[in-house]
């Protein structure tokens, strides 16, 4: 019994209780739902048990990981990230129209996802060497490494991720000290870009701009995905239809319904109670993570665990906008609810990285 005790207090040592907690049971919740969206695919519920596992293998191996070795990753990361996106570019897979996939021999993964981990650990090491004078051509240095990644992301195209990226990178620029009157310069010259943006914008992208103002102008094509997510949404009432009850679910009404409208399955079985426990777990984790923040030892370590923290709730809160029909549909997951491998594993990532800020804030050199 002594050597199992050990054994399992070596598990846990490295890990933050009460942020695992609220994983789990966003996981579980995750598993449950996906369960009742997958009812044709049973496969499914398997796959993402075994996804699962490696993500928590995963999560346990960073949460090892001092912050300072983690400094020493920032580059290498950041610059395997912009050569695997240029891979892509060049030779990766196309499928429904994108090349987002590299083929790997047992598999394939999509590159786009590691930068949502080596974009703010490369800037938070860019801003934690510069602390001590930090000038406005940093702030532009930042944005240039920043820009890189997002275009080449934004060509695949796939937009959800790029605006993933790009908000984990603007995360770490702005807790470095970006002053307000660049960031209020920067929203005019990005509103009086609007129109050049919208001539550059691919057509799927403008449909679902224009399908957000008034779905119902295409019922059966672009506004499907969000006139059938918010019936769903709506349906559920206060409680529910009840678990594998849901009639738009199993009738086959709700587009990539273990994906990106996972939530939509999810709120039509349990109504506005279960979407109240699933955001008091997201304000949870994102409560979690800032207290983390607040206590890090070093502005690397501040700067990083910010980032991942703010990006979490970007990851909930434009995903259940999306499918409540205030945002358009741009491809963003449910984070740690949706069926996914490579988003599920860079997610428990960030996890194990606030975990190790957490657990070793007192070894930290500062």
Sequence with gaps: ???????????????????????????????ITLYSATFDAPAKVASQGANIVLA???????????????????????????????????????????????????????????????????????????????????????????????????????????????????????????????????????????????????????????????????????????IQSTIAVGSGGITGKGWLNGTQTHLEFIPERSTDFIFAVFSEEFGLIGNLLLLVLYLSLVTRGLMITANAPTFFARLLAGAITLTFFTYAFVNMGMVSGILPVVGVPLPFVSYGGTALVTLFLGAGILMSISKHRTLVQT
């Design 56 to 226: 928590l293998a995963v999560m346990w191996i960073a949460a090892q990981i001092p912050p300072q070795t983690l400094m020493r990753f920032a580059v290498p990361a950041y610059l395997v990230g912009v050569l695997l996106l240029v891979a892509v570019a060049l030779f990766g897979d196309v499928r429904n129209g994108a090349r987002r996939w590299l083929s790997i021999g047992l598999g394939s993964v999509q590159p786009s996802e590691i930068m949502k981990i080596a974009m703010p650990l490369m800037l938070a090491w860019y801003f934690h060497k510069h602390e001590a004078a930090l000038r406005a051509r940093d702030y532009v240095f930042a944005g240039v490494l920043l820009a890189l990644p997002t275009l080449l992301i934004a060509r695949q195209p796939d937009l959800g991720t790029s605006l993933l990226v790009a908000a984990a990178g603007f995360y770490v620029i702005f807790l470095a000290g970006l002053p307000w009157k660049i960031i209020f310069g920067a929203g005019l010259a990005g509103v009086a870009s609007l129109p050049l943006l919208w001539s550059v914008m691919h057509d799927y992208q403008r449909r679902r701009i224009l399908t957000l103002l008034d779905p119902t102008e295409d019922p059966l094509g672009a506004g499907y995905h969000i």
């Design 1 to 31: 019994m002594k050597a199992i005790d050990r054994l399992v207090n070596r598990i846990a040592a490295p890990l933050d209780g009460t942020l695992l907690v609220i994983v789990l049971g966003l996981v579980t919740l995750g598993l």
